[in-house]
């Protein structure tokens, strides 16, 4: 760097700034930069620093760094200090990452052909209320038969689609099984369970998926 910060002073610091270039060059080729804040501590601010702003890189090293997320400190505890905003950053990354994690799925479509190097998948990231079919029915017809029962299902599913080829995936609502739909117009049946289902209005506001009871009610 000839004479440039921080060997401006004719002083032998290739220790640290063999550290300090080394880290740099290895946090630049992390994939996920908000993964790759670092903090160099060194009070040796006559090298490291233009001295006037003794919190900071000098701006020849500045300038040297390719990676912007590496921060000066001059003593440990306020890189201590600082550190702590990081893992907080972190910590709230790496909440989100589990999140997708519970919601991820990879595209069962045979269709949706996968490279070496990608694999489809999408999530789980929306959800639907899930009725029985007998909550369809003619109201009138259901007057007909005072002593039964009719409980509406409390419940709702996760669904989402897959990013490449927009393949509809659910969980099924009865063995809790990811399923892809390939005709949502249509009812389908789980592989897994058996369960007949059909989605209403899949793509209004609100869809809704449909557990259908008997075999004679599912018709393709």
């Given amino acids: 760097m000839g004479n440039k910060a921080p060997f401006h002073n004719k002083k032998n610091n290739v220790a640290d700034a063999a550290i300090l270039f080394s880290a740099d060059e290895y946090l630049s080729g992390l994939l996920f930069r908000n993964e790759s804040n670092a903090i160099f501590v060194s009070n040796n601010i006559t090298d490291f620093t233009d001295v006037k702003s003794k919190d900071d890189f000098h701006p020849q090293i500045k300038a040297a760094l390719t990676n912007p997320a590496i921060t000066y400190q001059r003593v440990l505890p306020a890189a201590l200090n600082l550190s702590k905003e990081i893992i907080k950053d972190l910590e709230e990354h790496y909440i989100q990452e589990n999140y997708r994690a519970t919601i991820y799925f990879e595209c069962m479509n045979d269709d949706c052909h996968a490279s070496e190097s990608f694999t489809p998948f999408g ?18 017809q259901l007057s007909l038969f005072p002593d039964i029962l009719i409980k509406p299902r409390e419940q709702q599913i996760r669904y989402g689609e897959c990013v490449l080829c927009g393949t509809l995936h659910l969980d099924c609502p009865i063995c809790d ?44």
């Fill in 177 to 220: 099984e990811v399923i892809p739909v390939l005709e949502s117009d249509l009812p389908f049946t789980c592989d897994h369970c058996e369960s007949n289902l059909e989605i209403h209005d899949y793509n209004k506001e609100n869809p809704v998926l449909v557990v259908l009871e008997d075999e004679d009610e599912f018709v393709q």
């Fill in 123 to 140: 999530y789980l990231d929306k959800t639907m209320n899930v009725k029985d079919h007998y909550e369809f029915l003619d109201p009138n």
